[in-house]
């Protein structure tokens, strides 16, 4: 659902940014050197066959909530068909296992989209503070950041006179020199995101996921069906699994069968931890 979110227009030159993002992920997947050169073009080459038409960009949206949709999605669906399997194992009446469905929807969806949120905020609060940590750093010990940042750049293979030179171009732009840091340093990447967007993905992807092993017995409940509901409600959660890893692999760019494979693996042997437990 967070694909079909819209982006506000852009500039020319953020468009021509984009541009240059879709050929190098197209020259990339394809091999292509002439797309190479193209994408590299000067930003108005690239803004003119934007104007032409000569380039239709596709450029991919929602990447930042992948990991809450998918990690929402596949725990909805699991723990609903769970506590499903677990009450059409005991025999219980139909409107019984949706009551006990759709209180593990509300229950479990509010907690991990709360645990999300939590848990996002919190990276960002380390992120600021080791990134005002080295802001002071930087303000007091100049000299030695620098000297940090050399022997950084002499351990990747760079001779120690060109990795002074680049330390000293870098350290005459503070916020350029501080995110660099972040990143040589200690690993840390600061990504633009909000918990509370993330959240929300969690919820709505557990709650549109997990609703599947469920549907089943509601239409049952509806038509008054009492034959192969639970086995209709399998299928349906099989088929499931597989389009979360479509649309997985879809935002991340990897191989579709693959994808769609590999979230139905993981789903099952989650699923069937559950219900061999559950047949104890």
């Keep these: 659902f ?29 091999k292509d050197l002439d797309l190479l050169r193209l994408s590299h073009n000067h930003p108005n080459d690239q803004a003119r066959l934007l104007h032409e038409g000569n380039f239709c960009e596709k450029h991919k949206t929602g990447g930042e909530f992948i990991k809450s949709f998918v990690y929402g999605g596949l725990d909805g669906i699991i723990t609903t068909y769970s506590v499903v399997a677990g009450a059409a194992g005991a025999n219980l009446t139909t409107a019984v296992i949706i009551i006990l469905g759709v209180a593990n929807l509300v229950g479990d969806g509010l907690s991990m989209a709360l645990g999300d949120y939590l848990s996002t905020k919190s990276e960002l609060e380390f992120v600021q503070s080791e990134k005002k940590r080295e802001a002071w750093e930087i ?48 690993g840390i990447i600061e990504a633009e995101t909000s918990p509370i967007k993330n959240a929300l993905v969690t919820f709505f992807s557990f709650s549109i996921f997990g609703f599947v092993p469920i549907i089943t017995y509601v239409v049952a409940y509806v038509c008054s069906l009492e034959s192969h509901i639970f086995l209709a409600a399998t299928l349906l959660t099989v088929f499931t699994m597989i389009l979360l890893g479509f649309i997985k692999s879809t935002v991340t760019g990897a191989n579709r069968i693959k994808g769609g494979a590999e979230t139905l693996t993981v789903g099952v042997i989650a699923a069937g931890a559950s219900l061999s437990l559950i047949h104890i």
């Design 2 to 30: 967070f694909l079909m979110i819209r982006r506000p227009p852009r500039s020319t030159q953020s468009r021509s940014s984009a541009a240059s993002d879709v050929y190098k992920r197209q020259e990339y997947k394809d």
């Design 139 to 186: 303000e007091h010990n100049i000299e030695g950041e620098k000297l940090e940042m050399v022997e950084i750049y002499q351990k990747k293979g760079i001779p120690s006179n060109e990795s002074k030179q680049i330390v000293e171009i870098l350290s005459k732009y503070k916020e350029a020199f501080i995110d660099i840091m972040m990143i040589e340093e200690l």
